[in-house]
């Protein structure tokens, strides 16, 4: 570098010269040096520097607008990436969602093709047996629906191409769902076009034909897709074409083309031309809309879709389809539009079948279709429990409609008019658990598989429930025997403050034993029992140990919570849905047959057409109670029948036949179903009478119920002592029974004051009618062991019909030894009537003060006011003290202040 150039450098990097200008005020004002202004810039600067500002005052602006596009790009971008990540995530979580659901609650394997095809030219055997043991045929199932199978060889190849083109075009091709033709369905479904076409294909169609699940819900839709997936899988596409085509329904009865084919034309599928072809594919989408007969003018215009279909995917020429195109479809006219019912069996052949179906479809996984085809078309045996005797019996008075088979004796008569009362009932052998008879309905029946008021009624039982639910239940429990005292008041109050339960009729008996209380269907006991059991206890021995399934324990109806667990339903038999016949007839069984339970069948084994066991029943009994229990039960119930004044004493085969029957009545407060179950030793019948429309039952006296039960019974037993078959007349009486006499009131041995209970004295025959001992059957260890103390005796002024109390002066000849029965514990907040309300003795202090109103009884100054204990309303009440013959101080005969019951 050469020394001018450093001389240079060095100026240039000298440090400048301090030319601050510093302003003092103290000093003169001085005018800045001239370095110390600047200069004016040359007119060229001034131009270049100009144009440089101009520039960047236009760029400032378009760089602030490429910053704002760039930060809203990016915000832009941040939030699809966003959007997206969380879109992947949702997406992510829904699938798995999903996988979870499918493993979950979708079973996409399908198994209900596996064994569809059955020979049609078989029937099933219905087989009774009879006294010899023989198996006898009784009846035939040639199949319900008509139907006939034809193999795909058989198939005309227009007519497979006629479904394909109309059902489902790419059926060569999908898996067994069509995803294109899916998608459009979800999309329409969704849109505004109002098209809802759906987009099931043949397999599809297939699974839910045979399965008979149509239910829309998206379970089943996705269900039905995984199944078809897996059918595809299992079946070649000529399989399910063929399986296809001979389970559609094609109207008139016909299931399957080759039925069809003969119905509507005559003609065997080889026969078939190509607009009949195109005719039997217009039907399925709605067979009764497209059927060719009824609707004629629907069925043309689907077919001249269905060839136009045909000719558009290149199944038929133009020659053909101008041909057959709105061309007259010639019918078979020999053969008349089937309009007739299914073939009518018996009520108890109706009732088989559906066991028999369920059967199947539990044991072997089958769906109802295959199961319906097994037993229709598999060339079965099926050995029933049936009686025919005693089937024929009930169905003869079954179909008598007139009103006067609804009662008994002299029994004033309702006039038949409008639609009939209905009833249904079913006759069960309690030791095998067989079911002997069943019928559905009165009248002849007409329908084929109509409906079973016997097994498919669920109705109110009514009190017809309480030896089931708790009576019986209370004796194992050692709650009570049939002489346990009960005193038959209300004890507890309803949502209105009222008292409750009420009785029917509507009154209170009082001090009474629990054999009473079941022979005159006492509500009050029933109930105290379920709250001492409690509920929970009541409804599980129901269902539980007696198989009782349409009790529920919870069910949400309309938004409501109901359940069966509650006194009244357990007490009064008021379910939520009511009970079938059958399910009591059943639970019956276990009094007659000595506490043990019988399952009801109605076949003891089935055979398949090889003589292979395909099902079999064999007895199924448990111990519900003990012997002498159910025995003690049974007593009671007998007593229901023969006692006077019990709800079953209109029973008249006990007499006729010198039979022991037992049995118990029952109806519901709104009278509009009416109940009787009973058995004899041999025979247990349960009965249910009322309209199907739930109309009142109030034109009817008595208990039309028992009535039919007892002209079946009497036709059942006048036919065993016609063939002199012998039967049982007595119920078996387990050992350790013993009987023994007891007093009603309390319960206890009875002693001599129990024979002049005053309840039983009748004031104008002056003399005792009755008395408060009773004979009852206890088992061993329960029977009464102490005397009656519940018995007062007093005496007792018959003719002012009052109590003689020690300061009374009655004559002796008016006297007599009468008892009264003590009682410390009634009281109520309001009036309430008890018939035995004048029988009350009340213990009383010394310096107690007799009320001298006549229409009192003497103990009536010990209750304040507002509170009553139960008498009767009106009159002048036995318990009261005698005041025609009283002779006390002035301050005990003063008038006393205490309320009067109104």
């Known amino acids: ?93 829904v699938v798995a969602a999903f996988v979870i659901y499918i493993k979950s609650y979708v079973d996409p394997n399908y198994t209900g093709l596996d064994n569809l095809q059955f020979e049609s030219s078989l029937y099933t055997t219905i087989l009774s047996v009879n006294e010899d043991g023989e198996e006898e045929e009784m009846d035939r199932l040639v199949g319900s629906e008509n139907r006939s199978w034809a193999s795909y060889s058989e198939m005309p190849e227009d007519l497979v191409n006629a479904y394909v083109a109309i059902e489902d075009k790419r059926f060569w091709d999908h898996p067994g769902v069509d995803y294109r033709r899916t998608a459009n369905a979800v999309l329409n479904f969704f849109s505004s076009s109002g098209d809802k076409s759906g987009g099931s294909t043949i397999t599809q169609q297939l699974i839910k034909n045979v399965s008979g699940d149509d239910e829309a819900t998206i379970q089943r839709k996705v269900q039905e897709i995984l199944r078809a997936i897996n059918v595809t899988q299992k079946y070649s596409k000529e399989e399910i074409m063929e399986m296809y085509l001979n389970t559609i329904f094609l109207s008139q009865n016909c299931y399957g083309v080759k039925t069809a084919a003969q119905k509507y034309f005559g003609k065997e599928l080889s026969e078939l031309n190509l607009i009949e072809c195109a005719a039997l594919a217009a039907i399925p989408k709605s067979p009764t809309k497209y059927d060719p007969v009824r609707n004629p003018t629907h069925n043309q215009e689907r077919r001249d879709l269905v060839l136009q279909e045909m000719y558009n995917q290149g199944k038929i020429t133009k020659e053909e389809f101008d041909l057959y195109y709105q061309a007259q479809l010639e019918l078979n006219t020999e053969t008349e539009e089937d309009n007739s019912a299914d073939t009518i069996h018996s009520y108890f052949v109706d009732a088989l079948i559906d066991e028999v179906m369920a059967d199947l479809c539990e044991e072997y996984g089958y769906d109802k279709m295959t199961a319906s085809r097994l037993l229709y078309s598999g060339g079965l045996e099926i050995v029933t429990t049936v009686d025919p005797m005693v089937q024929e019996a009930m169905e003869k008075v079954f179909e008598q409609t007139g009103n006067e088979y609804l009662y008994l004796g002299n029994e004033p008569v309702a006039p038949t008019k409008g639609v009939i009362p209905q009833a249904a009932m079913v006759v069960m052998d309690p030791k095998s658990g067989y079911v002997l008879g069943v019928v559905g309905g009165r009248g002849v029946k007409k329908d084929g598989r109509g409906f079973n008021r016997a097994t498919q009624s669920r109705r109110q039982c009514g009190s017809s429930i309480k030896p089931l639910s708790l009576y019986t239940l209370a004796i194992e ?37 629990v054999n009473f209380a079941v022979i005159k269907s006492l509500n009050t006991t029933a109930v105290s029992l379920v709250d001492k059991l409690t509920p929970e206890k009541c409804f599980n021995f129901l269902t539980e140990t007696l198989g009782f399934e349409s009790v529920v324990r919870s069910v949400e109806i ?11 339903p357990m007490a009064l038999g008021g379910f939520t849905y009511g009970v079938t016949v059958k399910e009591m007839t059943q639970g019956y069984c276990m009094l007659a047959n000595n506490g043990k ?16 066991i395909l099902l079999k029943k064999d007895p199924v009994h448990k111990v519900a109670v003990s012997e002498t229990s159910a025995y003690s039960m049974t007593s009671m119930l007998m007593n229901v029948v023969s006692q006077t004044g019990g709800t079953g004493t209109r029973v008249t085969l006990d007499e006729a036949f010198e039979i022991e029957v037992a049995g118990k ?39 039309p119920a028992l009535s039919l039960w007892d002209r079946v019974f009497t036709e059942i037993y006048s036919k065993l002592k016609e063939d002199g078959v012998e039967y049982e007349k007595e119920f078996y009486m387990p050992s350790g029974m013993i009987k023994a006499n007891y007093c009603a009131v309390s319960g206890k041995i009875a002693t001599a004051a129990c024979y002049k209970d005053i309840y039983y004295y009748d004031a104008a025959k002056k003399a005792f009618t009755g008395n408060a001992v009773m004979t009852g059957v206890f088992a061993a260890g ?14 007792y002024d018959t003719e002012t019909q009052a109590i003689c109390f020690d300061d009374c002066d009655c004559p002796s000849e008016n006297l007599i030894t009468a ?10 907040d309001s009036f309430i009537y008890v018939l035995d309300g004048d029988c009350i003795y009340k213990e009383i202090p010394e310096d107690y003060v007799f009320p001298t109103d006549k229409t009192k009884p003497f103990f009536a100054n010990l209750y304040e006011n507002g509170t009553y204990f139960g008498s009767l309303p009106a009159g002048k009440p036995r318990n009261r003290i005698c005041m025609e013959h009283y002779r006390g101080s002035e301050e005990k005969g003063e008038e006393s202040t205490e309320q009067s019951e109104e």
Not at 485 to 494: A, H, I, L, S
Not at 597 to 612: L, N, Q, W
Not at 682 to 688: D, K, N, P, R, T
């Open 1 to 93: 570098m050469s020394d001018n150039n450093f001389e240079e450098k060095k100026e240039q990097t000298a440090p400048a010269e301090d030319k601050t200008f510093v302003f003092d005020p103290a000093l003169p004002a001085e005018k800045p040096s001239a370095e110390l202004v600047p200069e004016e810039p040359k007119a060229e600067e001034k131009s270049g520097k100009g144009k440089k500002a101009a520039k960047m005052g236009l760029a400032y602006p378009a760089q602030i607008l490429l910053y704002g596009l760039y930060k809203v790009i990016t915000w832009i971008f941040n939030i699809l990436l966003t959007v997206m990540l969380v879109g992947v995530i949702s997406a992510v979580v």
């Open 477 to 513: 429990e050692g709650l009570i025997t049939m002489g346990s005292p009960v005193d038959d008041v209300p004890t507890m109050k309803n949502d209105d403050d009222k008292y409750w339960p009420t009785n029917q009729p509507d009154r209170f008996y009082g001090a009474i034993d």
């Open 558 to 568: 309309g938004g409501q919570i109901y359940s069966d667990i509650a006194l009244a």
């Open 597 to 612: 339970t019988s399952d009801a069948r109605m076949y003891t084994e089935i055979r398949d057409r090889r003589g292979s």
């Open 665 to 703: 009545t029952g109806s519901t407060n709104d009278d509009r179903d009416r109940y009787f179950v009973a058995y004899t030793p041999e025979y247990v019948g349960g009965v249910w009478f009322g309209y199907d429309n739930n109309k009142s039952l109030s034109g009817f006296t008595g208990n």
């Open 782 to 795: 329960t029977q009464p062991l102490e005397k009656c103390d519940c018995h007062i005796e007093v005496l």
């Open 819 to 828: 008892s009264f029965r003590l009682n410390n514990e009634r009281s109520f």
